[in-house]
């Protein structure tokens, strides 16, 4: 194989093994849309993979971060979020999965503020797999392993 080729394969999997930063809605931000499908278009702009980050700008107070199954995503049932913040933040997906984002606020969900979203697996190595036998309150906690949180605020 020609030197140059390999050079550049190199420098084409460094790149792909870097995590990115997305701030969601771009300059809009996290706040209820001007059009119910803003968050889906906004989404379908990108390829996510595993370690890259979310970046959720808003106003503490007005809007916040909730994380919902698919079913409660799909008819915005806020009673059992899988994970929820009050404060702007950073979140950093470390799994291959599809997780689906909103705002428990009054009807932002029903307005549109939430988007399901896919991130593929990094080109790395996949971290080994847990038991099979874990229990239902197990498996939640496994979800919520799967991103990690870093508060804007003060």
């Known amino acids: 194989m020609n030197m140059k080729y390999v050079v550049v394969l190199v420098i084409a999997i460094a790149a792909m093994a870097e995590a990115a930063e997305y701030t969601v809605g771009d300059d809009m931000g996290w706040m209820v849309p001007p059009t119910p499908d803003y968050y ?77 979203i896919y991130f593929a697996s990094a080109p790395m190595p996949p971290s080994p797999s847990p038991c099979p036998s874990e229990s239902a309150t197990a498996d939640q906690a496994k979800q919520s392993r799967k991103f990690k949180f870093v508060s804007m605020g003060n």
């Open 40 to 116: 889906a278009t906004w989404v379908s702009k990108y390829y996510f993979v595993e370690n890259d980050t979310l970046v959720f700008n808003f106003e503490q107070g007005m809007h916040d971060i909730t994380v919902l199954t698919k079913e409660d995503f799909d008819s915005c049932n806020m009673a059992n979020p899988l994970f929820q913040s009050p404060e702007p933040g950073e979140i950093m997906v470390m799994a291959s999965d599809t997780f689906y984002f909103t705002c428990s606020f009054g009807q932002h969900c029903a307005k549109g503020q939430k988007f399901a």
